[in-house]
């Protein structure tokens, strides 16, 4: 919750904190009366307890007023976090808690590694004379410098958490940066802002950065500059940080790329507190350096343009999208199947909801852990919410696809792990789940990590019964607007009703519940096991004689498409199964591909397991 949130709930109950927190004082109509923050005798502070500005005070001594959640900071002599804090314990508010899983032990870079004590005259040069910043910005920062490099530390907490070095002189045009090596990712600037505001900006560098202070706006600066993906690693480590904040000011390069910056950052950071700053010049130190006044800068702050949602947009602002939908392939967004016979007719775009089903035992997770290996070897994170496998048997499963082996060494099992790092997160409950709860991390996860593929397997073990129409209708377009607010696509697997026998594949008709799942689903898709050719495979092998040439030529599975709603293609495609891998094939020619470079490991002293593939392995 944002401190704005806390403030509305602490004014809901303003008599009551009023009293909490200065007892001493009296109501006198619909205002409470005191002397001071400190609950001093006297009525110079007065609290509205009513009306439109119930929850606000203003002290006509001092001429100082705001919100509850303020007085409550200057009351207790503290900070707003802490404020926050015992305000969320005083109304017992309990917000879902959420520790990252993976803590990655970063290093501290040393201090002696800040330069010289005192800044050298040609650093001086460039940042007062060229730059326009002032000895006191400067001092704020904590700027050093050594040699011809200027040195921006990243404080936080009185803790040194990274050093980035800036030379003077450029390569070919290009900045030559040095950051320390495994520091924790994290915005500069926290050693100079006032963390009891309750709004920041953030910009694409450090020198934007201490220019907007300069200006009189608390500002902080990526580490990594402007861009999308990896660019925001940082957001991992400043999430909590960052969660307080009313409002954020977006203030970035007048380009490309800092327009795919902020829309990015929108995303992750709160439609609802996001305003991206448009500048007269293309950054804010350049601002500085052309003489734009303290005046101007805070009109463009005053006229930031708020995010709109995402589903009110002018016909004309798609006008591109169109003519390349028309004509230009690669601007067609999303993850292709790792088969070639699909290309062209199934693409796995963002805001999509695709429903798989499948008879019982015919492999439809199987077949989708396929799919998101190759999903996650194209660039996508993902979330898999197995309520039916434990994980360990679901990681084996994946295990064996990623590495195209029936049993991969140990050292081989922690190679496909460590690639696994920044791509697959596991929702770790067996059996049923709450909703709510389900989506409470979903969304977590979208924030904090960039999630963009999430899995939910299967629709029975979500906490709704089978009979419960309404519930389950409600569930799905909670699904469909999550992932339509969140730009990501979810993959629901939902079971068919019983049918007489396994020689026919189910359809979307026959999944189990309400029509309206697969009403509202993007993408139908089921999985069928040709059990016919399997028995007449086995009965082959019994009796030693061939099967029918007609059959044999049969594929193993059939992965059937029968709603597409954003493409033109609907029809089954066959794959041909490979025991040992767990892999799906194009043809019976073709051999499993190992997600993870298997000889490179081999290469490097891993003794993986090949025994127990019949075939090589095409990496």
Known sequence: MRAKEISEHLAQRAEDVAKHLLPAGKRVRDEWHVGNVEGGKGESLKIALAGEKKGL??????????????????????????????????????????????????????????????????VKNYLLGERKLTLETLEKFRIKSAGRDIIFPYWRSNALVQIKKLNLDRDAGKKKIIVEKNCEPCLFGWQAIDG??????????????MTLHQYGINALSLPFGGGTGNKHKWLETEFDRLSLFDEI?????????????????????????????????????????????????????????SCDPAELKGAETFTKAVIDGFYSEESQQGYTPPWQKSHGKILFRPDELSLWTG???????????????????????????SLELKPERLLMRLARQAGAVSQPSRAYIQAIHEWYSDKLWIFNVLGNTKTKRLLDVFLYARQRYGIDVFVIDSLMKCGIGEEDYSAQKQFV??????????QCQIHLIAHPRKGFDESKAPGKMDIKGTGSVSDLADYCFTI????????????????????????????????????NRNGDWEGKLGLWFDPASFQYLDSTQARPKAFVDFLAWSNNGDTANTANTTRDIQT
């Open 57 to 122: 005070w203003f002290d006509f001594a001092t001429n100082e007023g705001g919100d509850l959640l303020e007085l409550w900071r200057l009351n207790r002599h503290t900070s707003l976090v802490e404020a926050v804090k015992e305000a969320k314990q005083y109304m017992h508010i309990a917000e879902p808690v959420f520790a990252p899983q993976r803590q990655n032990s970063y290093s501290r870079p040393s201090e002696k590694n800040l330069g010289e004590s005192q800044l050298n005259s040609a």
């Open 196 to 209: 009891n505001l309750r709004e920041v900006t953030l910009t694409e560098g450090e020198l934007d950065a």
């Open 249 to 305: 000011y977006l203030c970035f390069d007048q380009d490309e790329t800092g327009e795919s910056t902020a829309i990015d950052l929108v995303e992750r950071l709160g439609r609802h507190r996001c305003h991206v700053v448009s500048l007269p010049h293309k950054d804010a130190n350049e601002c500085l350096q052309q003489g734009v006044t303290r005046e101007a800068i805070q009109q463009c702050f005053a006229s930031a343009k």
């Open 359 to 385: 008879i019982n035992g015919h492999g439809k997770s199987q077949f989708l852990g396929h799919i998101i290996l190759s999903m996650m070897q194209q660039g996508a994170r993902v979330c898999v919410a």
């Open 477 to 486: 377009d909670q699904l469909c607007d999550f992932k339509n607010q969140h």
């Open 528 to 563: 069928w096991r040709n059990k016919q050719k399997e028995e007449a495979v086995q009965q082959a092998k019994f009796s030693n004689t061939p099967i029918c040439s007609a059959l044999a030529e049969q594929a193993d599975s059939l992965w059937i498409c029968d709603k």
